[in-house]
């Protein structure tokens, strides 16, 4: 067994790559760009980004709650 499903990793990267190019919702390009500089690799960055996305679908789907931008930012 698999420690994660890969396709949904493979679909949540395309989320942060989505916001990345898009620059939708801002932060996500401007964290992604902060990481590179800080020394992570494209896929490492995007694979922190991809955390705090997991944390925001999670809310959505089990707790019934909206987007929270702040939040998503706060992570």
Do not use: C, W
């Not at 990267?13 to 500089?37: H, S, Y």
């Not at 705090?52 to 089990?62: K, M, S």
């Amino acid at each position: 067994m698999e420690p994660y499903n890969p396709r949904l990793k493979k679909a949540v990267l395309e989320v942060v790559d989505n916001q990345i190019n898009q620059k939708n919702p801002p932060i996500a390009a401007e964290t992604f760009e902060r990481l590179i500089r800080a020394g992570y690799s494209r896929q490492a960055a995007k694979e922190k980004i991809a955390a705090a996305v997991l944390g925001q679908i999670y809310d959505i789907l089990h707790d019934n709650k909206p987007f929270d931008e702040v939040k998503y930012e706060e992570h």
